[in-house]
């Protein structure tokens, strides 16, 4: 486990599953998924910004990812692929609308915070 929550002030963390969506919409079950859509819904809808999304998610152990076309929601202490945003309520679509375009690193397809120019 990570040094950022191993702290003996919190508890450990919900690692929300342990297997890998893999081409199929979600792993999740779905007690799961929305007990992870309300643990990340503030997140998405006060989202000012591509930038501001990822460090907020980073902050609380995700990634976003794209795989072809769709965006996925990455657990970082794992590196499992846990389902689209579009699952959570959040599809690519809503987010660009809001937020723009996203920077995207080219060789791992993960969403960036734009580099200051």
Not at 13 to 30: I, K, M, Q, V, Y
Not at 68 to 92: K, M, P, Q, W, Y
């Given at each position: 486990m990570s040094e950022r929550f191993n702290r003996p002030d919190r508890p450990l963390p919900n690692l929300?599953?342990?297997f890998s969506r893999g081409?199929?919409?979600?792993?999740?079950?779905?007690?799961?998924a929305?007990?992870?859509?309300?643990?990340?819904?503030?997140t998405f809808k006060n989202a000012t910004g591509w930038g501001n999304l990822v460090r907020e998610l980073a902050a609380q152990g995700f990634a976003l990812v794209f795989q072809?076309?769709?965006?996925i929601l990455v657990n970082e202490e794992t590196g499992i692929?846990?389902?689209?945003?579009?699952?959570?309520?959040?599809?690519f679509a809503s987010l660009t609308q809001?937020?723009?375009?996203?920077?995207v690193e080219a060789t791992t397809a993960r969403v960036m915070p734009r580099p200051h120019a």
């Amino acid at each position: 486990m990570s040094e950022r929550f191993n702290r003996p002030d919190r508890p450990l963390p919900n690692l929300w599953t342990e297997f890998s969506r893999g081409h199929d919409e979600s792993a999740l079950d779905c007690e799961t998924a929305v007990s992870l859509a309300c643990h990340l819904s503030p997140t998405f809808k006060n989202a000012t910004g591509w930038g501001n999304l990822v460090r907020e998610l980073a902050a609380q152990g995700f990634a976003l990812v794209f795989q072809g076309e769709r965006l996925i929601l990455v657990n970082e202490e794992t590196g499992i692929d846990l389902c689209t945003c579009a699952f959570l309520g959040h599809s690519f679509a809503s987010l660009t609308q809001r937020l723009g375009k996203p920077c995207v690193e080219a060789t791992t397809a993960r969403v960036m915070p734009r580099p200051h120019a």
